[in-house]
């Protein structure tokens, strides 16, 4: 009963306090007393709830039954905003505050919301080496189910919350792209409802240009069902190399020589400072070391990036060997480095021994009660942005990134983009070697100011033929934004499938020039 009553008063003393400081001051001054005491068990219990469900769902093999009639719901929906007369634009009806991009969409509030609750895994075909999922099914899922029967995706993005249908609307990324690509390479077909309600499945050989288009197209081509996406076996560890290197032009050399390595299953980059970095190489192994496994994902470990500091300040290099699961999402306990903002002792052993356990407070929690003041702050004062570049280019982007916004530390994860239409494709007709640089984090430049430093570094992305992922703040004009991505198969389709009263143009959807 001890333990029940001192945390009944303390929550009496926290509720005292938000009633005498104003609930505003303490979620702007002191963020991390609200996230620990109400986030943490909050986002454990939601981990824990969608776990058990998508156990229970599989091993009972109700989803594939169930898809068919969902997917006919939302076909029913489509139909009927069209017999209304299709009055608005249609958009998911997923509340904004659940996604992982922290951009806001105000245009929830306005366009029809078509219901889509479609997030489970349907089938596994280890003859095929293939995986069909719905939309909504996370990075999480998917690691916890093909892991533990022995396979994997080769292209498996970081976080635990990001979303199949988000990773293809969108795109993703991971550290063993260099060998397979963005995470829309390795997806086979895609199902979809179209804007007259009939559905449509596409694949390299049917309906081609409709599978080439719908990648970063951020559902204004219709309503992704389900996808079907490349599996590969997997082995227990990943046994990963750390080098710590000095000089930005060692470092550029050393992190491009080991991404056209393609014996690197993994490869990876942290930059701490302008000539500082440790580049990480790894292999998958079914052996390991026991004097050297580390199961990095432990809660009580210390952060991947602190821990990847240490060889950098020591000097040295290392040879570990990670269990793979603990390896895929190794940047998600503190969010590859944003955690620290919110929970300033989120790294002392004390607090990772106590309450470890319940850390990452998830994303769209974090969103969902930010409120307005703080969502501007964070707007003009904090750096959430990849930007994806040709590898030949980093030596000059990682200056531009370095004198337009001084963030550290810098994410380098290299991908080979190949030569596919689509809006983002190699200048060329080979694929061709690319990095996507992430910078999350408070500019440390001298009057940052956000439009126009982000604008900046948007043009210079640009002149080298780069990308911007498109779940950042945006603030290109609409000529400069279809200066960076070929829309050319995407306008096509968008008329000839009837999207243009049904959905949003991408830039109206995403871009900051056109949401306000």
């Not at 500082?276 to 998958?284: K, N, P, Q, R």
């Not at 390991?288 to 990036?305: C, D, Q, R, T, V």
């Not at 969103?367 to 964070?378: F, P």
């Not at 980093?394 to 596919?420: E, G, K």
Request: glycine share 6%; aromatic share 12%.
């Amino acid at each position: 009963m001890e333990p029940a009553v001192s945390l009944a008063v303390c929550a009496l003393l926290f509720l005292l306090w938000v009633r005498v400081k104003g609930l505003e001051f303490v979620l702007i001054h002191q963020r991390w007393v609200f996230v620990c005491l109400f986030l943490l068990p909050l986002s454990l219990i939601f981990d824990i709830y969608y776990y058990v469900r998508a156990w229970v769902v599989f091993k009972l093999s109700s989803a594939p039954r169930l898809h068919e009639q969902r997917v006919r719901d939302i076909q029913k929906q489509v139909r009927e905003w069209k017999e209304q007369g299709s009055k608005t634009f249609m958009c998911t009806g997923r509340p904004g505050w659940l996604t992982v991009s922290l951009r806001v969409g105000k245009y929830k509030k306005t366009h029809k919301n078509i219901m889509i609750n479609l997030m489970d895994i349907l089938e596994v075909d280890t003859k095929k080496q293939i995986v069909r999922v719905e939309p909504l099914v996370t990075m999480g899922q998917v690691t916890a189910l093909l892991t533990s029967i022995g396979w994997t995706l080769p292209v498996l993005p970081e976080l635990d919350d990001l979303t199949v249908g988000g990773l293809i609307m969108g795109t993703g990324i991971e550290s063993s792209s260099h060998k397979y690509g963005l995470f829309q390479h390795i997806c086979t077909a895609y199902e979809l409802v179209l804007a007259d309600g009939s559905f449509v499945r596409c694949t390299p050989s049917e309906n081609s240009d409709l599978f080439y288009a719908v990648p970063w197209s951020c559902g204004t081509l219709g309503f992704l069902v389900a996808a079907e996406i490349r599996i590969i076996p997997a082995k227990k560890y990943v046994k990963l190399r750390f080098e710590p290197v000095r000089g930005l032009e060692a470092i550029c050399d050393k992190f491009t020589r080991e991404s056209q390595r393609l014996e690197n299953h993994f490869v990876e980059g942290l930059l701490y400072s302008l000539d500082e970095a440790v580049i990480m190489t790894g292999v998958l192994t079914d052996e390991a070391e026991p004097s050297k496994l580390n199961s990095i994902g432990n809660y009580y470990k210390p952060w991947f990036f602190k821990h990847v500091e240490n060889y950098l300040k020591t000097n040295r290099e290392g040879l570990e060997y990670i269990p793979l699961r603990h390896y895929y999402h190794r940047h998600t306990r503190s969010i590859f480095w944003e955690l620290q903002d919110i929970i300033p002792f989120g790294n002392n052993p004390i607090f990772r021994y106590l309450f470890g356990w319940m850390v990452p407070p998830k994303i769209s929690l974090l969103k969902l009660t930010q409120g307005e003041t703080l969502r501007k702050l964070y707007e003009q004062h904090h750096v959430v942005q990849d930007m994806l570049v040709p590898m030949k280019c980093l030596p000059q982007a990682l200056h531009t990134f370095h004198n337009d916004i001084h963030v550290y530390p810098i994410w380098l994860c290299p991908f080979i983009l190949p030569s596919q239409p689509g809006l983002v494709h190699p200048k060329g007709d080979e694929a061709e070697l690319y990095v996507d640089i992430g910078a999350y984090g408070e500019p440390r430049v001298k009057h940052f100011e956000a439009r126009s430093c982000m604008r900046q570094l948007e043009k210079f992305v640009r002149s080298v033929h780069g990308f911007q992922m498109l779940y950042a703040d945006c603030y290109m004009n609409r000529e400069e934004f279809w200066e960076m991505f070929d829309g050319s198969l995407y306008h096509k389709l968008r008329k000839q499938l009837g999207c243009q009263d049904a959905f949003p143009e991408v830039y109206d959807k995403i871009c900051k020039a056109a949401r306000h």
